[in-house]
T-cell receptor, first 110, second 115 residues
């Protein structure tokens, strides 16, 4: 079993839909990261959080430390949101020594 | 302030050749991290460097791989005698501060293909 599990693996949505991507982890963490990767492109850091909730534009990230679970929500989804969303955790190692989930591939249809 | 710059974006090497991947961190950032993304797999941490020091290389393969971050110039990830299994996307990230909860900024990656 992977230390960081994401669900679903693939997600197709219609433009405008509310989207939720889940991340569960089995190790103790000091922080959790949500990253976005476009096809053939680089990686963008969306959020880093260790408790509670953060919001940036149409994106919201929440974390429940007791349940070892985080969610990434996208409101009013748009085709440009199509990307792979990756959850990663900092757990005991040096900074930057992240454990990554396999990613959730999101496709938003117009 | 330019972001993290990696070059080349694409690199093709024949088996047995050397690959050199470069990463220039964001201005003011003195911490650099390298990650590898194998086809159809998730990202994996490779190494964490500060200027002139390797802090954590626990994710580096034991042979053929090395990394440096000199006082002047970019960080270099070097792969000697490449094999087909080295084909992957290699990402670099940088951060300004020491501390486990410091946000890192990623580059566009170098896609290495070994033929």
């Amino acid at each position: 079993k992977n230390e960081v599990e994401q669900s679903p693996q693939n997600l197709t949505a219609q433009e405008g839909e509310f989207i939720t991507i889940n991340c569960s982890y089995s190790v103790g963490i000091s922080a959790l990261h949500w990253l976005q990767q476009h096809p053939g492109g680089g990686i963008v850091s969306l959020f880093m959080l260790s408790s509670g909730k953060k919001k940036h534009g149409r994106l919201i990230a929440t974390i429940n430390i007791q349940e070892k679970h985080s969610s990434l929500h996208i409101t009013a989804s748009h085709p440009r949101d199509s990307a792979v969303y990756i959850c990663a955790v900092s757990s005991g190692g040096s900074q930057g020594n992240l454990i990554f989930g396999k990613g959730t591939k999101l496709s938003v249809k117009p | 302030n330019a972001g993290v710059m990696q070059n080349p974006r694409h690199l093709v090497r024949r088996r047995g050749q050397e690959a050199r991947l470069r990463c220039s961190p964001m201005k003011g950032h003195s911490h650099v991290y390298w990650y590898r993304q194998l086809p159809e797999e998730g990202l994996k941490f490779m190494v964490y460097l500060q200027k002139e020091n390797i802090i954590d290389e626990s994710g580096m393969p034991k042979e053929r791989f090395s990394a440096e971050f000199p006082k002047e110039g970019p960080s270099i990830l070097r792969i000697q005698q490449v094999v087909r299994g080295d084909s992957a996307a290699y990402f670099c990230a940088s951060s300004p501060l020491r501390g486990r909860n410091t946000e890192a900024f990623f580059g566009q990656g170098t896609r290495l293909t070994v033929v």
